[in-house]
């Protein structure tokens, strides 16, 4: 593809990308929810009924967390909350089928790096699945101090990777956190939109059923582009649309 000639570097997200995202966000929402007096105070149908509508709202999970706690307690409840769940962020990252075989296929041909939202210890978890070595350059989040949205940590690894934002492609699966602020910076995009059935996971109890149910109305892998200025340059929803694009 012609869109394809000039770019030297591929850059991926991890989160329902290669692992999924959503036993961790099931942790931090089911903390949350018993520390509000779990069902005897909401149930769990409204309980993720209002994250939906945070979601419409562009309002991130830790804003929903915020409004949820007590004045004065969210960042003792945050700060607990994100070391109890790093500490065992291989279990509750799983990986997403398929998606990391496609990665070391594409690896063969390509350079590539990772840019993505993750704490440190994702480095170990893609080391385990033997992943972390098909990427040469590992942008992650909490080591640079940068996040997406935010242009600088784009920035950033084209940088590193010491290429013009027009030799880079960004995949992602987020249209607000991936492919927008790629493009802003001038880099080609590729949105991989993978369903909560395509990330592997399944939920175990009602709790986690209630939070399923709760994506089939907004889950924001599937979030399309709201205007023309947002359209990715390339789509994919599974691995073989990935290798039949790149590979």
């Given at each position: 593809m012609s869109l394809l000639r000039e770019v030297k570097i591929i850059f991926f997200d991890?989160?329902?990308v290669f692992v999924s995202d959503d036993p961790s966000a099931l942790f931090i929402f089911r903390?949350?929810?018993?520390?509000?007096?779990?069902?005897?105070?909401?149930?769990?149908?409204?309980?993720?009924a209002r994250r939906v509508?945070?979601?419409?709202?562009k309002r991130g999970l830790w804003a929903f967390v915020r409004d949820h706690l007590p004045?004065?307690?969210?960042?003792?409840?945050?700060?607990?909350?994100?070391a109890d769940l790093y500490d065992q962020w291989g279990i509750y990252s799983p990986e997403?089928?398929?998606?990391?075989?496609?990665?070391?296929?594409?690896?063969?041909?390509?350079?590539?790096?990772?840019?993505?939202?993750?704490?440190?210890?994702?480095?170990?978890v893609l080391r385990d699945r033997n992943?972390?070595?098909?990427?040469?350059?590992?942008?992650?989040?909490?080591?640079?101090?940068?996040?997406?949205?935010?242009?600088?940590i784009f920035e950033l690894a084209l940088e590193q990777a010491g290429v013009a934002p027009e030799q880079a492609l960004m995949v992602g699966d987020r249209i607000d956190n991936d492919i927008i602020?790629?493009?802003?910076?001038?880099m080609k995009t590729l949105w991989l939109s993978l369903g909560y059935k395509d990330r592997g996971w399944r939920p175990a109890d009602e709790f986690e059923s209630a939070y399923v149910d709760s994506l089939a109305r907004h889950d924001l892998s599937l979030v399309p582009p709201e205007n023309p200025e947002?359209?990715?340059?390339?789509?994919?929803?599974?691995a073989r649309d990935l290798l039949k694009i790149l590979g």
């Open positions: 991890v989160g329902n903390r949350l929810y018993d520390s509000m007096g779990g069902s005897g105070t909401i149930s769990k149908e409204e309980f993720f509508e945070y979601a419409k709202q004045e004065g307690t969210f960042e003792a409840f945050q700060k607990g909350t994100r997403i089928p398929e998606t990391p075989s496609a990665a070391r296929q594409l690896a063969t041909k390509w350079r590539m790096g990772i840019i993505a939202n993750q704490p440190a210890q994702i480095e170990g992943l972390w070595n098909s990427f040469g350059l590992h942008i992650i989040s909490q080591i640079v101090g940068c996040e997406k949205p935010g242009q600088r602020p790629a493009k802003r910076v001038g947002c359209e990715p340059d390339f789509m994919a929803t599974s």
